[in-house]
């Protein structure tokens, strides 16, 4: 029995919370999570760590060239849509490179370059957001919104010195 390496600490730290495992600080390292949860392995039928994280689509290399992708994409944005100042061809490779990243958009820069790319373009690509991006992406928007900045006008006397 071991803990296949695809499941990360944040992983490891919500399987403990939806299972209400006790006991576990959830504040260790993931080595310690890890040794923790062996003890538990029979009692909470925790088989299924063995096996590769069904959550993680990506390896660092394919989400690194996602991002470079991403990058190419912002890159021609900055330089004002101009084909020639940027690293494409012609338009129909930026909307191949936009049609293959729309499916991580759980990655800020790829949300942000099909963003660009819809609004100078009229297009409708849509990203493709994971629930739980999409619930903190959400959390955070109704933050934003709440802490609207207001002015403030106040009226009176005030003295000001100077030393």
């Not at 803990?3 to 495992?21: A, G, N, P, R, S």
């Not at 129909?92 to 991580?104: F, H």
Request: a neutral charge.
């Amino acid at each position: 029995m071991k803990i296949h390496d695809t499941y990360t600490k944040k992983d490891l730290v919500k399987i403990i919370e939806e299972l209400q495992i006790p006991n576990i600080d959830i504040k260790l390292t993931r080595y310690d999570i890890v040794k923790e949860l062996y003890n538990y392995w029979d009692e909470y039928g925790l088989d299924f760590l063995e096996n590769e994280n069904q959550n993680k689509k990506l390896t660092i290399k394919e989400k690194n060239n996602i991002i470079l992708k991403a990058k190419k994409i912002i890159a021609f944005h900055k330089n004002g849509y101009i084909i020639e100042r940027s690293l494409y061809n012609n338009f129909q490779e930026i909307i191949d490179d936009c049609n293959y990243i729309s499916q991580y958009g759980d990655i800020s820069s790829v949300r942000r370059a099909i963003k660009f790319i819809n609004q100078k373009y009229d297009l409708n690509i849509n990203c493709i957001i994971p629930n739980e991006t999409k619930e903190l992406l959400d959390e955070k928007e109704e933050i934003k919104k709440s802490s609207i900045k207001g002015f403030s006008f106040k009226t009176g006397k005030f003295i000001v010195q100077f030393d």
